[in-house]
């Protein structure tokens, strides 16, 4: 079984791709022992995806393959805000960190009536044997008046899924994966790994 790095130390945002990326060993950022912060300073999801990922790559001397995301909410009448900027909409760190950036995202919607959205995550490998691709997934909805359910991280509790017909967070995990733009993204992913395994 191949052992995968994972380029995060997001443990939610690990889970879903642990859930939807299987027949791998996958290796978290605290598993190689890795805690220094790394500057997204791209200006697209994919471009932070692959600092990240070749940052690892890097770090680890090319021995693992390493994939990284970056991922991000998209709304149409903001002009796609907050988009890569999602994680740190509101400046706000910490526990708050959502709940603050959910209420600007509600504040700057206010009176607004297009509500369309979507989220897009960039999936970038750097394969050990030298390859590297990216793989973008989308999932669109709308923003809600006001936040529902309980379940999942970020915006979910605002983004109203026309897949699932609930927010994210009114939907369970499993619901969310089956959809999901990370879900989308990494089915590429997984198709590519085989591919490379498949021509070894």
């Known amino acids: 079984m191949e052992k995968i790095v994972v380029a995060t130390s997001n443990a939610k945002k690990c889970k879903e791709i642990l859930a939807i990326l299987q027949d791998v060993e996958v290796l978290t950022l605290k598993d190689i022992g890795y805690s220094a912060e790394i500057e997204e300073n791209g200006k ?3 471009e932070n995806a692959f600092i990240k990922a070749r940052t690892i790559f890097t770090y680890l001397k ?3 393959t390493v994939i990284a995301d970056d991922s991000g909410l998209c ?3 903001l002009n796609y805000e907050p988009s890569i900027y999602s994680a740190r909409y509101s400046g706000v760190q910490g526990e ?3 709940r603050a950036n959910n ?3 509600l504040k700057k919607m206010q009176g607004i009536a297009d509500r369309r959205a979507f989220f897009e ?8 044997n ?3 691709f990216c ?3 989308r999932t669109e909805g709308d923003i809600m008046q006001e936040a529902r359910g309980e379940n999942g991280f970020g915006y979910d509790p605002l983004f109203f899924s026309y897949d699932l017909q609930k927010t994210f967070a009114e939907a369970t995990s499993a619901e969310k994966n089956s959809v999901s733009h990370r879900k989308r993204a990494l089915e590429q992913v997984a198709k590519f790994l085989h591919n490379v395994y498949s021509n070894k």
């Open 62 to 64: 090319g021995e693992y």
């Open 121 to 128: 995550t960039a999936i970038a490998v750097c394969h050990k």
């Open 135 to 137: 793989a973008i997934g």
């Open 130 to 132: 030298g390859q590297e």
């Open 75 to 77: 709304v149409y009448a």
């Open 44 to 46: 697209t999801f994919s």
């Open 103 to 105: 209420c600007l995202l």
């Open 96 to 98: 708050e960190k959502d």
